[in-house]
Nanobody, 124 residues
């Protein structure tokens, strides 16, 4: 059974940076797409970014383009989300996801595995 474990969340001031990590285990992820969703209090779960594990295709939601970067370390089965210029509205629980398809979908229903989430709080 695949397992995704996020780390790197925390409290940061607006304008600051954080790097989230997601360690994947339990199977080979060579043909999977992986990514991140987030959910703020009282809001629906929202797509943030995703990356094809082997093709290099990536996708971002418009609100994070130019500020967030998704990347991977194939050898370590780990995906990262570098978040720069953080804003108050980035505050949310961030979830790592993986799907048994190499295309980085924006739809939560397309993902087969979800991590437990890590809290990111941006303060003024």
């Amino acid at each position: 059974q695949a397992q995704l474990v996020e780390s790197g969340g925390g409290l940061v001031q607006a304008g600051g940076s954080l790097r989230l990590s997601c360690a994947a285990s339990g199977r080979t992820f060579g043909s999977y797409a992986m990514g991140w969703f987030r959910q703020a209090p009282g809001k629906e779960r929202e797509f943030v970014a995703a990356l094809s594990w082997s093709l290099g295709n990536s996708a971002y939601t418009d609100s994070v383009k130019g500020r967030f970067t998704i990347s991977r370390d194939n050898a370590k089965n780990t995906v990262f989300l570098q978040m720069n210029s953080l804003k108050l509205e980035d505050t949310a629980v961030y979830y790592c996801v993986a799907r048994r398809n190499n295309w980085p979908s924006r739809r939560p229903g397309d993902y087969d595995y979800w991590g437990q989430g890590t809290q990111v709080t941006v303060s003024s």
